[in-house]
């Protein structure tokens, strides 16, 4: 006899009073990522919202500078890599297997929606590189994202405070690349905004795909 996986079996990635939330949420980042990549597309110079919100000249002194070069280093390979196979321990350690599916698809997916957007939108900053979205933000927010996804079920949060919990854990996340990007001259602001954006609409996804999946297969009752 068979039956379907059960809410008290295998935890889901995407908490149950969180789905309907994330879902809107990642709709409406869709719209943003694509408004402002036909916005931008083929531009090679900041528009006027990233003229507001970039810091006067790009400019910071030390230690700030050296804070945002160690924020850089992780959307680089060897940092990146470094904090993904923390989070995949983690997992492995609790026996969550649903969540490693969910941590390694997640990941590939948000790199591979900042890449296509890149080549789509044709934005360009510092004579001719790829700016928008911004690769590094939508990793580092869709990291944080799954891993405040994960904590909330976990703990088995409600909708208020684990609403809360994403938030915070995505917004600094977020903000932090976000401001290392733009200090350094690697984006500008609103690659940063598409990037973060990008991190919702591919964790959305992957989240909801993974956990039907998982749902509709069939498990033997012991």
């Known amino acids: 006899m068979t039956r379907r996986s059960a809410p008290g079996g295998v935890p889901a990635v995407l908490p149950r009073p969180l789905r309907a939330w994330l879902g809107i949420a990642a709709a409406l980042a869709a719209v943003v990522v694509v408004s402002l990549g036909v916005l931008y597309a083929g531009r090679d110079r900041p528009g006027q919202v990233d003229v507001w919100a970039a810091p006067v000249g790009n400019d910071v002194s030390s230690p700030w500078r050296q804070l945002a070069l160690i924020l850089d280093s992780l959307g680089e390979p060897l940092g990146s890599a470094a904090l993904v196979v923390a989070a995949l321990a983690g997992s492995l350690l609790l026996r969550w297997s649903r969540a490693v599916v969910f941590i390694v698809v997640g990941v590939g997916v948000t790199v591979g929606a900042a890449t296509l957007g890149k080549h789509l939108a044709g934005r360009t900053i510092h004579g001719g590189n790829l700016s928008y979205p911004s690769g590094h933000t939508a990793f580092f927010t869709a990291l944080a994202l799954m891993v405040a996804l994960l904590a909330a079920g976990r703990l088995r949060l409600g ?56 749902n509709s297969t069939p498990a033997k009752v012991t």
């Open 159 to 214: 909708r208020a405070a684990g609403t809360l919990l994403v938030c915070v854990v995505t917004l600094v996340a977020g903000a932090a690349m976000g401001w290392a990007q733009v200090v350094l001259g690697a984006h500008y602001p609103t690659d940063v905004l598409g990037g973060w954006c990008t991190a919702w609409v591919a964790v959305g996804a992957t989240a909801w795909t993974v956990d039907g999946l998982a």
